[in-house]
């Protein structure tokens, strides 16, 4: 693994916080360490590498395009679970027609024997996707908060005014090209219209820390062509008990 630019030999903080911001400073070998001979990245446009000699290379490579690209990177929210951590950030990605931003969402789920998988959440901007592997259906086992259930519903019934009702007047949406869709303005209720046929997200994960829950989720669009994807949804809940915000992780 080629050497750090100039980064620092250890990386403190979550991995989900710092994993992302490693790879646009090119903390390599610190990452590497960090990730150990115990790790999973799952990534849509990469794929999935569960070794160090598969891990080393696409570290190499994401690190690559990130330099190529001057990427810079701004967090955004994290949270804590029980078996995971979430840390959201917009990626910047300078190209010959001008900046990009990329929302993007880190999971690392904690498993037995020290094991960790990181899994990447971010729309590839119509580029050719990795087929990823599935989330395990923990719809028995996992809780989520009564708003996010009813969020949640309210999706699955296609009731926009039942979403709505769930939210502050001042809330938004977050799409996951990172347009905000305010709930004053009307643009809110259009993007629940403009998503079509109802979708059923089945919680698989979640990570909350009272302010922010993020639930990772098999979603199905109920159509003529049924398919099930992950995503990833983080609701960030406002002062008066309603929610704020909800930053929207999947592929358009």
């Known amino acids: 693994?080629?050497?750090?630019?100039?980064?620092?030999?250890?990386?403190?903080?979550?991995?989900?916080?710092?994993?992302?911001?490693?790879?646009?400073?090119?903390?390599?070998?610190?990452?590497?360490?960090?990730?150990?001979?115990?790790?999973?990245?799952?990534?849509?446009?990469l794929g999935r590498a569960s070794t160090l000699s598969s891990i080393e290379p696409l570290l190499e490579k994401t690190a690559a395009n990130f330099a190529e690209m001057r990427a810079t990177y701004r967090h955004i929210a994290s949270a804590t679970g029980v078996d995971r951590d979430v840390s959201e950030g917009v990626l910047v990605m300078n190209t010959s027609s001008g900046p990009s931003e990329i929302p993007i969402a880190v999971v690392a789920e904690r498993r037995r024997l020290r094991e960790i998988e990181l899994r990447l959440y971010y729309a590839t901007g119509g580029a050719q996707r990795k087929v990823r592997a599935p989330l395990i259906d923990g719809s028995s086992d996992v809780a989520v908060p009564q708003i996010v259930a009813h969020v949640l519903e309210g999706f699955r019934k296609g009731a926009v005014e039942r979403v709505l009702a769930a939210f502050e007047e001042s809330s938004r949406f977050v799409d996951p090209r990172g347009k905000a869709h305010p709930k004053r303005d009307g643009s809110m209720a259009t993007f629940l219209a403009a998503l079509g046929d109802r979708i059923e997200l089945v919680p698989a994960g979640v990570a909350d820390d009272g302010r922010n829950c993020c639930v990772e989720a098999i979603v199905t669009r109920l159509g003529p062509l049924q398919d099930d994807e992950p995503a990833a949804l983080s609701f960030e809940r406002g002062d008066s008990g309603l929610l704020r915000e909800l930053r929207l992780y999947y592929e358009p």
Do not use: C
């Open 1 to 45: 693994m080629a050497e750090d630019r100039g980064a620092a030999t250890t990386l403190k903080g979550r991995l989900a916080d710092v994993y992302v911001p490693a790879l646009v400073s090119g903390a390599l070998q610190a990452l590497s360490r960090r990730l150990g001979n115990r790790a999973t990245i799952d990534d849509p446009l």
